[in-house]
């Protein structure tokens, strides 16, 4: 999935308690950006393993919850939001493709790894490939709360971040034949 579709879903994930608590929207925010994102920054190590955590990641996100509940503060609320939002990005990998960048003449089934296994788990395709029109169909569905929730900044950045998601998946074949072989 795009990272786009991470980001969104993590804001989808804490738009509600936003909305009640309002005084927490902007660590909400900015946790659930940042934790979608973050995952991926392994790909400067090996990609969807280093900083992917499926299982243990749901301990974290369990704990930093507990933790922002029993002492809200803008930190540990942010953290929370963090954590949850990196976890469900691992989590969900393993619904989408594995981590080729053509899935047309690439495809790998090694989708994420599971560091309490101690395995891979397996592409399961319901998202055929980053980029695909599902893809972005299911980040514009996730980007809905965001966009309703939240006001200012937070809706500029998510109204602005499906620009270069829509053009990714307008593009994504034509990007994929011009990224040459020793890039990916
Ligand atoms: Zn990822």
Same mark, same amino acid.
């Given at each position: 999935?795009?990272?786009?579709?991470?980001?969104?879903?993590?804001?989808?994930?804490?738009?509600?308690?936003?909305?009640? +608590?309002?005084?927490? *929207?902007?660590? $909400?925010? !900015?946790?659930?950006? #940042?934790? &979608?994102?973050? %995952?991926? @920054? =392994?790909?400067?190590?090996?990609?969807?393993?280093?900083?992917?955590?499926?299982?243990?990641?749901?301990?974290?996100?369990?704990?930093?919850?507990?933790?922002?509940?029993?002492?809200?503060?803008?930190?540990?609320?942010?953290?929370? +939001?963090?954590?949850? *939002?990196?976890? $469900?990005? !691992?989590?969900?990998? #393993?619904? &989408?493709?594995? %981590?080729? @960048? =053509?899935?047309?003449?690439?495809?790998?089934?090694?989708?994420?790894?599971?560091?309490?296994?101690?395995?891979?788990?397996?592409?399961?395709?319901?998202?055929?490939?980053?980029?695909?029109?599902?893809?972005?169909?299911?980040?514009? +569905?996730?980007?809905?709360?965001?966009?309703?929730?939240?006001?200012?900044?937070?809706?500029?950045?998510?109204?602005?971040?499906?620009?270069?998601?829509?053009?990714?998946?307008?593009?994504?074949?034509?990007?994929?034949?011009?990224?040459?072989?020793?890039?990916?």
């Amino acid at each position: 999935m795009m990272a786009t579709t991470h980001v969104f879903a993590g804001l989808a994930i804490v738009a509600p308690l936003a909305h009640v +608590a309002p005084e927490f *929207a902007v660590p $909400l925010a !900015a946790g659930a950006i #940042a934790g &979608g994102l973050f %995952p991926d @920054f =392994d790909l400067a190590f090996e990609h969807r393993r280093t900083l992917h955590f499926p299982v243990y990641g749901s301990v974290l996100a369990v704990l930093a919850t507990i933790g922002a509940v029993l002492v809200p503060s803008s930190p540990t609320v942010g953290f929370a +939001a963090f954590a949850v *939002a990196a976890w $469900l990005h !691992a989590a969900s990998d #393993a619904l &989408g493709n594995g %981590p080729e @960048f =053509d899935p047309w003449t690439d495809a790998r089934e090694n989708a994420v790894y599971n560091h309490f296994a101690g395995r891979w788990m397996q592409a399961r395709r319901y998202v055929r490939y980053d980029g695909a029109p599902e893809d972005f169909a299911l980040g514009l +569905a996730l980007a809905v709360p965001a966009l309703v929730v939240f006001d200012g900044r937070v809706r500029v950045v998510v109204a602005a971040a499906l620009v270069p998601a829509f053009a990714y998946t307008l593009f994504r074949r034509q990007v994929a034949d011009l990224v040459p072989a020793w890039l990916e």
